[in-house]
């Protein structure tokens, strides 16, 4: 059973915007700490942004004041609003779910974001 399935990514021009998407299943999205990541080609996977289940946000330096992450627990969604876009944020990026006392993670496929200069 698919637990997280992301979408929008695409290709957008530099100064532009996307919004991210991640379905996630009710059972996880109701007890998770939910974060984007992304991986560019040859670079680790590294954090843009986290939420936790009492809506608290958390962003990287790079991310900070250009992302928003955010829910809609009516739709079991988290998102990941993107502007300013720049080519330097080309990667793919992961929807994640942080789980319980031991952290069991569940992550998402992947959905493409490049940013043309």
């Known amino acids: 059973q698919v637990q997280l399935v992301e979408s929008g990514g695409g290709l957008v021009q530099a100064g532009g915007s996307l919004r991210l998407s991640c379905a996630v299943l009710?059972?996880?999205?109701?007890?998770?700490?939910m974060g984007w990541y992304r991986q560019a080609p040859g670079k680790q996977r590294e954090l843009d942004a986290t939420?936790?289940?009492?809506?608290?946000?958390n962003y990287a330096a790079s991310a900070k004041g250009r992302f928003t992450i955010s829910t809609d627990n009516a739709k079991n969604t988290v998102y990941l609003q993107m502007n300013s876009l720049k080519p330097e944020d080309t990667a793919v990026y992961y929807c994640?779910?942080?789980?319980?006392?031991?952290?069991?993670?569940?992550w998402g496929q992947g959905t493409q974001v490049t940013v043309s200069s």
């Open positions: 939420i936790s289940t009492g809506g608290s946000t």
């Open positions: 009710r059972s996880i999205f109701v007890i998770a700490d």
């Open positions: 994640n779910a942080e789980v319980g006392r031991y952290r069991t993670n569940y």
